[in-house]
């Protein structure tokens, strides 16, 4: 996803996202790498725990990738064929993919236009009797509606999954991303908040959900290599079938290195967005998406709609001709060919998700950046309208 080399130079391209490493994360690394655990050990167990405390949740399953987290979510739910999951239509494709990983069918459902987050009365329109869970994406950072979604699912006795790739640090009325569905996975793709190159994380206060995610990110064994060798046995059973999904320790101490500066960056990216906010606020041409009342963004990404939906191709072009990187979140999932053709999900199925596509455009942002940068941005993008 990012193809630009770091650079110091102000007139660089700048990217949309982009990963910060310093050098205590390099040294986490290179201690982990002279440890005698390289794969899944001590510092895998730490990074989740410090997951846990900065979330809240009780439970942490560190997985390979943020796709594998949401198709380990998928797998303790018990989602097979026949199942109907829904997730909204403006999301990375990996939401639903991991629902057809397990057989089941992904139901898409709209977004509200003016936060791009899954509507909650078009979610209701599209339970049946075979809808098991939903799932909730905190697009760009900002967390869903979730006392909606929560009610939703406990009238009809769903689960509620927040795929929160997007949202780490984030807090709905005041309870923070991690404990506000049933289960909540993160990413720790290079892009995101904190990276371990690849890498993601479920969280969970359900202990049995839990140990159901650890036994699948290690083939549906029902003990690790370490369990074993504290009792002193070879002896394991393969009691389903799983994955090897696991994240490895010199992954885990870039992760756990990474997490001690969130909070710091979160303040950031907040900065940033509001420098954003104030100078965008006067450009008619173009509007930010609305954060609710109640919510604390993330700032994965910071998201402009254009109100003339003819000339987004034309001000994208114009914005990478002058190294800003802009980009476009997301086609709409149920647009890609894949799943036109697989589970004929048509145009039209989520208008608002599928008009909002013709003209939103992502502005880079991440902590590497400052206000200068998006001082730049802001001036280039005016100029590419026109004044
Ligand atoms: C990044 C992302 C994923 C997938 O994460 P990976 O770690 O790249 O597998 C899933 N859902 C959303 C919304 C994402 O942004």
């Not at 790498?33 to 794969?39: A, G, I, P, V």
């Not at 898409?108 to 339970?127: K, N, Q, S």
């Not at 994406?137 to 790739?165: E, F, N, S, T, W």
């Not at 999904?245 to 992954?251: E, G, S």
Request: charged residues 20%; aromatic residues 8%; glycine residues 10%.
């Amino acid at each position: 996803m990012i193809t630009s080399p770091p650079s110091e130079d102000s007139s660089a391209f700048l990217p949309y996202g982009r990963q910060r490493i310093e050098e205590d994360d390099i040294a986490a690394v290179v201690a982990a790498l002279r440890s005698d655990w390289l794969t899944t050990g001590p510092r895998v167990s730490e990074f989740e725990s410090a997951v846990c405390a900065f979330t809240g949740a009780q439970y942490g399953v560190a997985v390979s990738s943020g796709t594998a987290a949401l198709h380990a979510a998928m797998h303790a739910l018990g989602i097979g064929p026949g199942d109907e999951v829904i997730v909204p239509a403006m999301t990375f494709a990996a939401t639903a993919n991991c629902v057809v990983y397990q057989g089941g069918t992904p139901v898409f459902a709209d977004v509200g236009p003016e936060t791009l987050l899954i509507d909650p009365v078009d979610v209701a329109r599209r339970i049946t009797a075979n809808t098991q869970a939903i799932i909730a994406v905190d697009y760009a950072g900002q967390p869903c509606d979730y006392d909606a979604l929560y009610d939703l699912a406990q009238r009809h006795g769903l689960a509620l999954v927040a795929d929160a790739c997007h949202s780490l640090g984030g807090a709905y009325k005041g309870r923070r991303v991690g404990t506000l569905a049933d289960l909540t996975v993160f990413s720790f793709h290079p892009v995101k908040h904190i990276t371990t190159g690849e890498g993601g994380m479920v969280v969970t206060d359900n202990p049995e959900l839990a140990a159901r995610m650890r036994r699948f990110r290690n083939h549906g064994i029902d003990t690790d290599h370490r369990q074993r060798e504290v009792a002193g046995t070879w002896a394991y059973q393969m009691v389903e079938l799983g994955y090897n999904y696991r994240l490895t320790d010199l992954q885990a101490a870039l992760g756990t290195s990474q997490l001690a500066k969130l909070p710091g960056w979160l303040k950031k990216r907040r900065k940033l967005a509001a420098v954003y906010d104030a100078a965008l606020g006067n450009v008619a041409a173009v509007k930010s998406l609305a954060v609710r009342p109640g919510n604390e963004h993330a700032y994965h990404l910071y998201v402009v709609r254009l109100v003339d939906s003819g000339v987004r191709g034309q001000i994208f072009a114009g914005l990478r001709q002058q190294g800003i990187g802009a980009n476009v979140h997301y086609l709409p999932v149920h647009l890609h060919p894949y799943y036109q053709e697989t589970f004929r999900t048509l145009p039209g199925l989520c208008p608002c998700a599928e008009a909002a596509y013709e003209t939103i455009l992502t502005l880079p942002l991440h902590q590497g950046m400052d206000e200068n940068d998006v001082t730049r941005v802001v001036h280039v993008l005016r100029q590419e309208l026109g004044g």
